[in-house]
C-alpha cells in the first residue's frame, strides 16, 4: 500500500474512532421539561430552611402547592471537569429532602 493511502486510511480511522467515542448516552427530556420550577441561591454549603413565611416572602403562592409535589434538584454548584474524559450529569440531580407538614395535606 503506498504512503497517501496509509496516510488515508489512518485518518478515515482515528475520525470513526472519535465520533463514536464523542457519542454519550443522555437523557430523553429533561426534569426542567415538566411542571413550575423556581430557582433558589445559596451563598454557603450548609443545611438551609425553606419554610411557608420564606417561600411567601418571594411571591409564591404557597397555598396551592402540596408538601409532596415539592422537590429540590441540583448538581452541588462545582465546575465541570477540565479534562473531556471527565464523568458529568447531563440533567438536574434530584437531592434529598425532609418536608415537615404536620399531616393537613398542604
Same mark, same amino acid.
Given at each position: 500500500?503506498s504512503?497517501? $493511502? $496509509?496516510?488515508?486510511?489512518?485518518v478515515?480511522?482515528?475520525?470513526?474512532?472519535?465520533?463514536?467515542?464523542?457519542?454519550?448516552?443522555? $437523557?430523553?427530556?429533561?426534569?426542567?421539561? +415538566? %411542571?413550575?420550577?423556581? $430557582?433558589? %441561591?445559596?451563598?454557603?454549603?450548609?443545611?438551609?430552611?425553606?419554610?411557608?413565611?420564606?417561600? +411567601?416572602?418571594? %411571591?409564591?403562592?404557597?397555598?396551592?402547592?402540596?408538601?409532596?409535589?415539592?422537590?429540590?434538584?441540583?448538581?452541588?454548584?462545582?465546575?465541570?471537569?477540565?479534562?473531556?474524559?471527565?464523568?458529568?450529569?447531563?440533567?438536574?440531580?434530584?437531592?434529598?429532602?425532609?418536608?415537615?407538614d404536620?399531616?393537613?395535606?398542604?
Amino acid at each position: 500500500m503506498s504512503l497517501g $493511502k $496509509k496516510q488515508l486510511f489512518t485518518v478515515c480511522l482515528m475520525a470513526a474512532f472519535s465520533i463514536t467515542m464523542a457519542q454519550r448516552q443522555y $437523557k430523553p427530556s429533561s426534569v426542567l421539561s +415538566n %411542571g413550575i420550577f423556581y $430557582k433558589i %441561591g445559596i451563598s454557603a454549603p450548609g443545611i438551609y430552611k425553606l419554610d411557608i413565611p420564606f417561600l +411567601n416572602g418571594l %411571591g409564591l403562592n404557597t397555598s396551592n402547592i402540596p408538601s409532596s409535589a415539592i422537590r429540590l434538584f441540583g448538581n452541588g454548584g462545582t465546575m465541570l471537569g477540565e479534562a473531556n474524559n471527565a464523568s458529568w450529569t447531563d440533567d438536574l440531580t434530584e437531592n434529598a429532602i425532609q418536608v415537615v407538614d404536620g399531616n393537613d395535606g398542604v
